[in-house]
């Protein structure tokens, strides 16, 4: 059963525009939710993360918003660049001490120049 | 800064043959991690290792093995190589606490059994 779910498996967005990446999640007990992208070839590398007690966090042109209630987080970029296509997951941490980090399925986001 | 290093980057393999993954981290970390990537289904822990000396299933630990050498060092290994084994394999290494700081990821291998 797929705790962590992206249902957009791929979004297409023109350069300057917003993205806007979709999660959600099943397990009330995560706490805490990271944003890791992939390029072709690469590694995930992280992005952004967001705690549970907010319900936002920004840095630079990237967004991350949680919804609790909904258990619902979305990734937003403003501006969107070329740069960004890119493969995003969204991840969140089971356990504490020990955790083991789920993955959602992942989102392929192609900027359009 | 070499971070998370994986060999080798391509393998082909027979079904029925055997082959170890290497995964080297020089960040000190305590926790390390194997995961595997298919088309549609993200990235899937098979082992884990919480520190040097111990190690845990994950999601999708069937038919393989793995070694936490030392601290530096985590193995995967095919003892019997499947096709549905072909898959991307990423090697991750963290500190303990993800809520902390953020896994690290090697390039990964792509490995393809026939």
């Known amino acids: 059963d797929q705790q962590v779910k992206q249902n957009s498996p791929s979004l297409s967005v023109q350069e300057g525009r917003i993205s806007i990446l979709n999660c959600d999640y099943t397990n009330s007990m995560f706490d805490y939710f990271l944003w890791y992208k992939k390029y072709p070839a690469e590694g995930p590398t992280f992005l952004i993360s967001?705690?549970?007690?907010?319900d936002k966090n920004e840095d630079g042109r990237f967004t991350v918003f949680l919804n609790k209630s909904a258990k619902h987080l979305s990734l937003h970029i403003v501006p969107s660049q070329p740069g960004d296509s890119a493969v995003y997951f969204c991840a969140a941490p089971e356990g504490w001490g020990n955790e083991k980090l789920t993955f959602g399925t992942g989102t392929r986001l192609t900027i359009i120049p | 800064n070499a971070g998370v290093t994986q060999t080798p980057k391509f393998q082909v393999l027979k079904t029925g043959q055997s082959m170890t993954l290497q995964c080297a981290q020089d960040?000190?970390?305590?926790?390390m991690y194997w995961y595997r990537q298919d088309p549609g289904m993200g990235l899937r822990l098979i082992y884990y290792s919480a520190s040097e000396g111990t190690t845990d299933k994950g999601e999708v630990p069937n038919g393989y093995n793995v070694s936490r050498l030392n601290k530096r060092e985590f193995s995967l290994r095919l003892e019997s190589a499947a096709p549905s084994q072909t898959s991307v394999y990423f090697c991750a290494s963290s500190e303990a606490r993800f809520r902390d700081t953020e896994a690290f990821f090697g390039q990964g291998t792509r490995l393809t059994v026939v």
């Open positions: 967001i705690s549970s007690i907010k």
């Open positions: 960040m000190n970390h305590n926790s």
